[in-house]
């Protein structure tokens, strides 16, 4: 009888841990885990491929250089008084001259813009006892022009300066319409980008199909600038400024996405 119960212990006591090790494996499971055998999950993930392909993400960038059509001027008076209506009738004298000199030189008026106009007070800072007090006032108007005819940009950068221009904000060149030359930057970029893509494959043992993905990577263009802001004088009178207009480079980018083949 006590061998009995001894085997009947026995096997509760089997039982329970075969159940134990049962619940701990399927809770084992159940949260991820892996045996020592079991394939990672990055691994499996790419043996899960099932057609074994692959892709390869290339850039590729193109540029053009092109002779500007166009120019943009920032130029205007600046004067000086110890009255304001004085200053200000001396500058309105000198820009209303500086502008009729310009449309004579072929400037269309809707070309022409007043981008700014101050007055201020000039005042003396010394340590005098009476403290800051009003010494004069200064006026400035500026205003911007458009060249439409590049080889005119020195003959009107003159006759401003003539007509009492003495403030410059630079000239800027440019392309009434960039288009067709953005077009021509970007089938080089598309020919640079298709150019990595097949050194890469190459590389690998694999060719290229068609792409799966083509982007176009926004290029903002800006005219390029010739000359920083410089005060013009009207003290003696000037000829046909010399103006150097260079080129403009035009430049694409993509960015194209291939599947290589097997």
Request: aromatic share 6%; net charge negative; glycine share 10%.
């Amino acid at each position: 009888m006590k061998n009995t119960k001894m085997l009947v212990v026995a096997a509760s006591c089997i039982l329970i841990i075969a159940l134990a090790v049962i619940g701990a494996s399927a809770l084992f499971s159940r949260s991820g885990g892996t045996t020592g055998t079991q394939p990672s999950g990055a691994a499996y993930a790419a043996g899960n491929n099932s057609d074994g392909s692959s892709e390869i993400s290339v850039s590729g960038s193109g540029s053009i250089n092109v002779n500007p059509d166009v120019a943009y001027i920032s130029l205007g008076v600046s004067t000086k008084g110890v009255d304001p209506k004085a200053a200000l009738e001396d500058n309105n004298r000198l820009i209303a001259a500086v502008i009729s000199a310009v449309r004579d030189k072929g400037v269309a008026e809707k070309d022409i813009r007043t981008m700014d106009f101050n007055m201020y007070p000039d005042y003396n800072y010394g340590y005098e006892k009476e403290g800051e007090q009003i010494r004069g006032y200064t006026v400035s108007n500026n205003v911007s022009i458009v060249v439409r005819d590049i080889n005119a940009v020195g003959d009107v950068l003159g006759v401003a300066a003539n007509a009492g221009a003495n403030a410059s904000g630079g000239v800027q060149f440019g392309l009434l319409d960039n288009s067709a030359a953005y077009n021509e930057a970007l089938v080089l970029a598309i020919e640079n980008a298709v150019g990595k893509a097949e050194a890469i494959a190459g590389a690998l043992g694999k060719t290229i199909a068609s792409p799966s993905s083509v982007t176009e990577t926004v290029n903002y263009y800006s005219p390029y600038p010739y000359a920083a802001a410089e005060n013009l004088s009207r003290d003696a009178a000037v000829g046909n400024v010399p103006v150097q207009t260079g080129k403009l480079t035009i430049t694409a980018n993509v960015q194209m996405v291939y599947e290589l083949a097997k």
